[in-house]
């Protein structure tokens, strides 16, 4: 199984970014998916999750009421829509797969699955 994301660029301040995550396997419907931050010269951080049917999300204060989690279980791919980007969400995003626990984990050691991350930079 291995995880694709992709989506990321250059946008300014107040932009938009969509950033997209397909995976590879036939038992997407059964992970929780997560997305994470890394910024130059800072630890890797949590972003949001999803449950394995969608019904469930969270959010990092951060992201919180800027970003959406949404996941296509049909098309293997989870989403992160992100709006007012700052320059403060400067970074490489990384999906992740926890798929073996259903509940909605902050801590990147519950997920076992990674993939190779997109750079999104916002500038001012």
């Known amino acids: 199984v291995q995880l694709q994301a992709s989506g990321g660029g250059l946008v300014q301040a107040g932009g938009s970014l969509r950033l997209s995550c397909a995976a590879s396997?036939?038992?997407?419907?059964?992970?929780?998916m997560g997305w994470f931050r890394q910024a130059p010269g800072k630890e890797r951080e949590f972003v949001s999750a999803?449950?394995?049917?969608?019904?469930?999300?969270t959010y990092s204060d951060s992201a919180k009421g800027r970003f959406t989690i949404s996941r296509d279980n049909a098309k293997k791919t989870v989403y992160l829509q992100m709006n007012s980007l700052k320059p403060e969400d400067t970074g490489v995003y990384y999906c992740?797969?926890?798929?073996?626990?259903?509940?909605?984990?902050?801590?990147?050691?519950?997920?076992?699955?990674w993939g190779q991350g997109t750079q999104v930079t916002v500038s001012s």
């Open positions: 396997g036939r038992t997407f419907s059964s992970y929780v």
């Open positions: 992740a797969a926890d798929r073996f626990r259903p509940s909605l984990s902050y801590s990147g050691t519950s997920y076992d699955l």
């Open positions: 999803i449950s394995r049917g969608g019904g469930r999300s």
